[in-house]
Nanobody, 123 residues
Framework: QVQLVESGGGLVQAGGSLRLSCAAS????????MGWFRQAPGKEREFVAV????????SYADSVKGRFTISRDNAKNTVYLQMYSLKSEDTAVYYC????????????????WGQGTQVTVSS
């Protein structure tokens, strides 16, 4: 089993920045990749970014490319999502996920999920 705990969400003005963290514990050696997803009210959960645990390969949704950066600190078993130039449409609950290998841009590719952290961008 793997446990994931997110932190760092909050309220920020449009154009501002936030950094989310996701700390993993348990059988972390079994993780192939860690990703971030988000879900806005009334919308489906959508892929944001992913990073592979060993090689550090990253992938981003087009909507966040160039504004968000995913990174990892394997010594701390922690993944970060640095978000810049935030927009009102980035408002959502952000979830950290771990799993793979498989479809790393789809929810079903992940075995473990955090509880989510709210990000609210005011315009």
């Amino acid at each position: 089993q793997v446990q994931l705990v997110e932190s760092g969400g909050g309220l920020v003005q449009a154009g501002g920045s936030l950094r989310l963290s996701c700390a993993a514990s348990g059988r972390t050696f079994s993780i192939f990749a860690m990703g971030w997803f988000r879900q806005a009210p009334g919308k489906e959960r959508e892929f944001v970014a992913v990073i592979t645990r060993i090689s550090g390969v990253t992938s981003y949704a087009d909507s966040v490319k160039g504004r968000f950066t995913i990174s990892r600190d394997n010594a701390k078993n922690t993944v970060y999502l640095q978000m810049y130039s935030l927009k009102s449409e980035d408002t959502a609950v952000y979830y950290c996920a771990a799993g793979g290998p498989g479809s790393m841009t789809r929810s079903h590719g992940y075995d473990y999920w955090g509880q989510g952290t709210q990000v609210t961008v005011s315009s």
